[in-house]
């Protein structure tokens, strides 16, 4: 029907730097997550209409792998601008057809792309 949430990982203890980056930096809003699962570290954020779950786990190389979450974007010069005056690193995505993209890691090394359909098509 539809997903329900996805979810990526973080060092165990890094909630703060990852509240500054999601909340902060990309502007997404915290939620509460159910009392049950608040011993478990992590956080859960709200983005247009759908979930991302944080949690936390030790011992990954997050920068070696190919897993990501693609956020859809109205303006995407202005989100590159806002990265790199974070200190993100852009790298440029292959190109796909009628839409413009591009990658950077969070502060975990966890995989973000930004991608927006051409002005044209939209």
């Given at each position: 029907m539809s997903i329900d949430h996805?979810?990526?990982?973080?060092?165990?203890?890094?909630?703060?730097?990852?509240?500054t980056f999601y909340c902060g930096v990309l502007g997404l809003t915290e939620i509460e997550k159910p009392e049950a699962?608040?011993?478990?570290?992590?956080?859960?954020?709200e983005v247009g209409g759908q979930q991302l779950h944080i949690g936390v786990e030790g011992g990954i190389d997050r920068t070696s792998s190919k897993a990501h979450v693609a956020y859809r974007v109205l303006d995407l010069a202005r989100w590159r601008a806002?990265?790199?005056?974070?200190?993100?690193?852009?790298?440029e995505s292959v190109p796909m057809p009628n839409h413009d993209r591009f990658e950077t890691r969070d502060p975990f090394g966890?995989?973000?792309?930004?991608?927006?359909?051409?002005?044209r098509d939209h």
């Open positions: 996805v979810q990526i990982t973080i060092p165990i203890g890094q909630e703060q730097i990852a509240r699962l608040k011993r478990r570290g992590g956080l859960w954020l806002k990265l790199e005056e974070a200190g993100c690193f852009i790298l966890n995989r973000i792309e930004l991608i927006a359909k051409h002005e």
